[in-house]
């Protein structure tokens, strides 16, 4: 079983209150080829044309995550990090 309630399995985006700069929406892919944790999501910028590479977050079994980037404050990876652990897909 991967890391409990955690249900974004495609793609989404959401909205990040910026500390530094101008709030954003990130582009949240699920990374189904990284082996380093249970489960792995590539962030990027969502509507540029060439996004911008924000990092990533890892999952493990327990649902504990660590963010692998350096672009984000702690802030703006918890607001990430509940944001997939609460996804909920509309109908």
Do not use: H
């Amino acid at each position: 079983m991967i890391t409990g309630n955690i249900k974004l399995t495609n793609e989404a985006k959401a909205w990040v209150k910026r500390k530094n700069g101008p709030d954003e929406v990130v582009r949240i892919i699920l990374d189904l080829k990284s082996r380093d944790a249970e489960l792995c999501y590539q962030l990027f910028t969502a509507y540029d044309e060439k996004p911008d590479y924000m990092g990533r977050i890892l999952f493990d079994a327990q649902g504990f995550w660590i963010y692998d980037g350096e672009i984000l404050t702690v802030a703006e990876q918890e607001q990430l990090a509940k944001f997939i652990m609460n996804y909920v897909e509309a109908i």
